[in-house]
C-alpha cells in the first residue's frame, strides 16, 4: 500500500505538470505559476516522502 501511495504521487505530479504546460499555451500564465509553486513544493518533498515509505516499509518486514 505504501509503494502505491508513493507511485500515486509521482504520477499525480506529472499529470498536474502537463495540465500546466496546457493552460499555459493557452496564455493563463497566472495559473500556470501559482500551480507550477505548488508542484515545486510536492517535488521538494518527494525524496522525504519516498524515504518515509521506504522506512515504514522496512518496518513492516
Known amino acids: 500500500m505504501l509503494f502505491k501511495l508513493n507511485e ?3 504520477t499525480l505530479e506529472a499529470a498536474i505538470m502537463e495540465l ?3 493552460v499555459e ?4 500564465t497566472d ?3 501559482n ?3 505548488a508542484l515545486s513544493t510536492i517535488e521538494d518533498n518527494l525524496e522525504f516522502v ?3 515509505i521506504a ?3 522496512g518496518l513492516k518486514r
Request: glycine content about 22%; aromatic content about 0%; some cysteine.
Open 8 to 10: 500515486n504521487q509521482i
Open 35 to 37: 500551480v507550477g509553486g
Open 50 to 52: 519516498t524515504l518515509g
Open 31 to 33: 495559473v500556470g505559476r
Open 20 to 22: 500546466v504546460l496546457c
Open 55 to 57: 522506512e515504514l516499509m
Open 25 to 28: 499555451q493557452r496564455g493563463s
